[in-house]
């Protein structure tokens, strides 16, 4: 009698929940310190000092009644100004306050904008490995997910696939970089090359092809020359996503804006139905208080170098070891080939060791695991015997 | 080429938010002291000292990756836990955490319980005059919304008219008490019948037929033996929707919870329903710090003595100048019936006495003005001999 689709997600335990809760239960078995848990995206750097002053002064300054009263739908003005004054000075955006809108995080921005847009028998389009929550997004707005293959090896959009799986009625490609699970960046070249693409189809099916830009790890890269393009500067029919979760340490106050280009088709009707998605789903306002905050703090971050200094010691370690994996410039995974075909495996073989990965299936792409580093640096110390143990199981040729 | 049901929600402004931006361009015209604005239910009065303890203590003794992390889906277990005994003590619910749902307010909590409901060809019930989101949300979700009237003049569930519309589509009826735009409360004899007429449909159908109750004035209740009944006692089917937007005068923060009755049919399958349609939807998690400052504040009120001070003084002083409405026990809303067929009209003519009201057609109920009187009483004071000047253009008689 309860909706059957609802019933099916909520009681499917995510894998990577699953493997949460495994590890609960190995730490009281075993200890926590003897279980490496490598599975959960959750950020390990507190959130900036900034994020402790804005909400003292915030509090100090504001009359209770305005401060944690409604705000307009789509954010308080004053902060979505601020925003997009930062998005211009940093990234030359040319937006105004009256092109963000404020939400409840990443996933409230992806399913407002795929709302927005899905109309029925529509299609959106994501590169595999990618984030398995966009499935559901999609499907819950009606519409199909395809995923294709990104580049094998480089894990870059791969535009021969798109090409054969684009058709009219694809109404958006959803993109995320730096990339989740890989730590892929796309770098400026690869994003004029899709835009490139993706215009084309535009102009051959008349109509409107919408980049959605999934961005909450912007901040996160490590290396100077690995830059993270603004998207809607190479492609105007672009949405971007964007998430304060990661660069401040924030994910559970849930806190981050839609930038609906001010260039794109029909810009301010677009603006218009993201408006009316947020309404239909019951957001009403992205929650009052980590707007000011996300306001003050913006283009701030977390202590970042503590996942650089993880991913440089993870990334060098395990490739030493003869692990196979794409150098990830960004976000805090790695992405690493398993050793043998069948990942899950791979992962049960881990586990021996009391290691705890995600099988690269939970993201359309079988044959990896993800391996997220967002622990303490000395977690990563003491797995690494572990790591060895692992690969001369394998018979793993060691380099270096 | 963006959906267009979505764009018509973004682009035709609600009534209320109209008048709203017609009062701030009137204030800079006039004055603010002059234009009285009784169109928003933004609660007027501040948070409760609690709030700001709570808030303080919370961020002085959590580490920050702990607080602003990810709580589960469903929200933090101690939060949900502490919320479920209070409920026990309260209303003797019988309740655990588990059967609580942390969503961002009460919007949340409607959208995720009737997509975890709804499948196709289904209907669900509200008797007018109605919050206007629920068709939006209910119609949002694939499913049909209905409105029936309540019962003349007491606004309470009219069951001839229930029985009428009743079929084997009907999933569920949303019930909202105290009552936004009555002030009307559903007492105990009320919830009893309505039980009563629900569980024989449900033994004539086969298959239940949920209530959900919507409940954020449940504590803004002025008289002593008015008392809001704790639904699920009455009726096993019941998913209670909860905000603390109003008890603690919260609504930007967005916070609030969905408990779903343990003793509802396939309550467990229920729940997991619940928690699909919270993913579906994209909200993760609600806000993870308000999630701590609910729980440790709930059962907790703002100070609700401003309200009742002006239910009071407007209530007599309206009805005294010769204005009918029915006797509000709760919420901060008076219903007037408008003294001239057409409500629309008498609200322009209130207008010249720069008095704003939103109309009963808002609310699915033609002929009717709601008054918020979440405003400072001393604005209701000087606002009187506003509203005896328009009731003497209406020639409406004086008592007292």
């Known amino acids: 009698m309860i909706n059957e689709k609802m019933y099916g997600l909520g009681s499917r335990r995510s894998a990577i929940r699953e493997i949460f809760e495994y590890a609960k239960r190995r730490a009281s078995e075993v200890g926590a310190e003897n279980v490496f848990d490598f599975s959960i995206g959750n950020p390990s750097v507190p959130a ?3 994020v402790d002053e804005a909400i003292g002064r915030i509090l100090k300054e504001t009359p209770s ?106 109404k958006g490609i959803i993109i995320n970089s730096p990339n989740n699970p890989t730590g892929v960046v796309y770098g400026e070249e690869t994003v004029r090359k899709l835009a490139r693409f993706l215009q084309e189809k535009e102009k051959e099916y008349g109509h409107p092809v919408y980049l959605i830009s999934d961005e909450p790890y912007r901040e996160l890269v490590y290396d100077e020359e690995a830059k993270v393009p603004y998207v809607p500067r190479y492609y105007p029919d672009t949405l971007v996503c964007y998430s304060y979760s990661k660069s401040l340490s924030l994910p559970g106050e849930r806190i981050g804006y839609i930038a609906v280009n001010p260039r794109a088709a029909d810009a301010k009707a677009l603006y218009a139905a993201v408006c009316g998605a947020g309404r239909v789903l019951g957001f009403v306002c992205a929650p009052a208080l980590f707007q000011r905050v996300a306001a003050e703090c913006d283009g701030k971050t977390a202590d970042l170098g503590v996942y650089r200094r993880n991913r440089d010691l993870l990334y060098r370690r395990l490739t030493d070891l003869g692990f196979s994996c794409t150098y990830p410039d960004g976000a805090f995974y790695l992405f690493v080939k398993s050793p043998e075909p069948d990942a899950d495996a791979f992962c049960e073989r881990a586990r021996k060791y009391e290691l705890l990965f995600v099988s690269g299936e939970d993201f359309g792409c079988p044959g990896y695991v993800r391996i997220a580093y967002c622990v303490p640096t000395e977690c990563i110390g003491r797995a690494l015997p572990r790591f060895a143990s692992l690969a001369a199981e394998y018979g793993l040729v060691k380099k270096g």
């Not at 601020?82 to 306050?97: H, Q, T, V």
């Not at 398995?132 to 009606?142: D, I, L, N, S, T």
């Not at 519409?143 to 021969?160: G, H, Q, R, S, V």
């Open 65 to 170: 009644v305005e401060l944690h009263g409604y705000t307009p739908a789509q954010g308080d003005k004053k902060c979505r100004d601020r925003i997009a004054a930062n998005l211009n000075a940093r990234f030359g955006a040319d937006i105004s306050g009256d092109d963000l809108y404020m939400t409840c995080g990443a996933a409230a921005c992806l399913t407002v904008s795929i709302h927005a847009l899905a109309c029925p028998g529509d299609e959106f389009i994501a590169f595999a490995p990618y984030f398995a929550e966009y499935k559901v997004f999609v499907e819950g707005a009606g519409a199909k997910f395809t995923a294709i293959p990104a580049e094998k090896d480089t894990f870059l959009p791969d535009l021969e696939a798109l090409q054969k799986a684009m058709n009219r009625s694809v």
């Open 48 to 50: 900036p000092a900034c």
